[in-house]
């Protein structure tokens, strides 16, 4: 089936620690997107990418990192520097052709430091 | 700037009854607009979308939603609902010009009373 697949699905954190979440789709989509949410908020634009070796920062990629080295992949690292992880994750992906496009989602992944 | 505003966060009702989740934009600039669905700990997924054309959408799960171009309002609606509805409901917009600029409201937490 077609579809992104994120993992893990929940992923423990020690402080200091950098730590990447994998998201892979097989929808052919040539944009794809990292979210977080935290509860009351809504969803975050972290990073994304319109095309293989090009990503652009969202609005709180601070202490985040990416890279998209393949059309199907774009991992996220939470590096040290991101001083509250805890969060839900959401890897997401489009054609990127129109911005009428459906964008679809992971499952997510959840990330708690301990 | 852009914005969505989802003016309650959560709305409890009683199953079968009629639901209305309200949204409502700020753009200065055209856009389209989604309504997306997340049940407990797992990704969003579309329940319908604007792009052009009549006004009313129909989407997925008996929803359907409004757009309303003066009062800058989307609003969904399902005239009866079941348990199986209870999740969050996440208000977005896109910019005719941007794919990549994709603005979620901060979510409306849907619960159905038996």
């Given amino acids: 089936d077609g579809g992104i697949t994120q993992s893990p699905k929940y992923l423990f954190r020690k402080e200091g620690q950098n730590v990447t979440l994998s998201c892979e789709q097989n929808l052919n989509h040539d ?15 972290i990073y994304y990418s319109q095309i293989v070796n090009d990503f652009q920062k969202g609005d709180i990629a601070e202490g985040y990192s990416v890279s998209r080295e393949k059309k199907e992949s774009f991992p996220l690292t939470v590096t040290s520097a991101q001083k509250n ?29 301990v | 700037a852009q914005s969505v505003t989802q003016l309650d966060s959560q ?6 009854a009629p639901v209305e989740l309200r949204c409502n934009y700020s753009s200065s ?8 669905v997340q049940y407990p700990n797992q990704g969003l997924q579309l329940l319908l ?4 054309g009549s006004t ?6 008996g929803f359907e939603a409004e757009f309303n171009k003066s009062q800058t309002s989307f609003h ?13 409901y996440f208000c977005a917009v896109t910019l005719y010009s941007s794919a990549s600029k994709i603005i979620f409201g901060s979510g409306t937490r849907l619960s159905i009373r038996p």
């Fill in chain 1, 31 to 45: 944009a794809m997107y990292w979210y977080r949410q935290d509860p009351g908020q809504g969803l975050r634009l």
């Fill in chain 1, 85 to 113: 992880p805890t969060a839900f994750y959401l890897c997401a992906s489009s054609t990127g052709q129109s911005s009428g496009n459906t964008i679809y989602f992971g499952e997510g992944s959840w990330l708690t430091v």
């Fill in chain 2, 11 to 16: 709305v409890p009702v009683f199953e079968e």
């Fill in chain 2, 29 to 36: 600039v055209s856009v389209y607009l989604f309504w997306y």
């Fill in chain 2, 49 to 52: 979308k604007y792009l052009s």
């Fill in chain 2, 56 to 61: 009313l959408v129909k989407g997925i799960n």
């Fill in chain 2, 76 to 88: 969904l609606r399902k005239p009866s609902v079941h348990i199986s509805d209870t999740a969050e």
